[in-house]
């Protein structure tokens, strides 16, 4: 009776939330939004968005890739259609900083997760050589530390890097 409950529970679970997978036990997993691949999953970077999101194609399995947005994990960078100036011009640093430590055009994604927008991941993102990107941005003064949330505006803090 409780594995034909179990059962019955998964197969609800999964009508409920298409993409949703059970366990061989039927045990019910992780809710789509919820999953993370750990990587490393190998891509090639089609394009530096802005400071804190790249364009990739990554390979997910043998000749398999998937194009994508990704949004490093872990950091906020000012966006280029800011509110002020200061901040437009920093976003435009940050881009071009990321530009400059992406010439290889490779990169390598873990800790992979849906993001809030559709269409587009969360990772952490390392250069080939292991160069952690969020703490590169971080070191730099070209973004802040982000955990989700709300965001704190660029043009009302007196901390942006000249």
Same mark, same amino acid.
């Given at each position: ?26 045990? #019910? ?7 993370? &691949?750990?990587?490393? #999953?190998? +891509?090639?970077?089609?394009? $530096? %968005? ?5 364009? $990739?194609?990554?390979? %997910? ?22 509110? *002020? ?8 640093? !940050? ?11 490779? #990169? #390598? &994604? ?24 969020? +703490?590169?941005? &971080? ?10 949330? !709300?965001? %704190?505006?660029? *043009? ?7």
């Amino acid at each position: 009776m409780k594995a034909r409950l179990s059962r019955l529970i998964a197969s609800a679970a999964v009508a409920l939330w298409p993409g949703l997978a059970a366990a061989p036990d039927h045990t #019910v997993l992780t809710p789509p939004g919820r999953e993370l &691949l750990p990587g490393p #999953v190998p +891509a090639q970077v089609i394009q $530096v %968005i802005d400071g804190d999101t790249i364009a $990739v194609k990554a390979r %997910i399995w043998l000749g398999q890739e998937v194009e994508t947005r990704v949004r490093i994990a872990g950091v906020d960078a000012p966006e280029l259609a800011g509110r *002020c100036e200061r901040e437009r011009a920093l976003a435009a640093r !940050a881009r071009a900083f990321l530009e400059a430590m992406l010439d290889s055009g490779e #990169v #390598v &994604l873990s800790q992979i997760q849906y993001g809030k927008f559709a269409g587009r991941v969360v990772a952490r993102v390392e250069t080939p050589a292991g160069e952690d990107l969020s +703490a590169a941005l &971080l070191a730099a003064g070209l973004a802040r530390p982000y955990a989700g949330g !709300a965001r %704190i505006p660029w *043009c009302d803090t007196a901390e942006l890097v000249e």
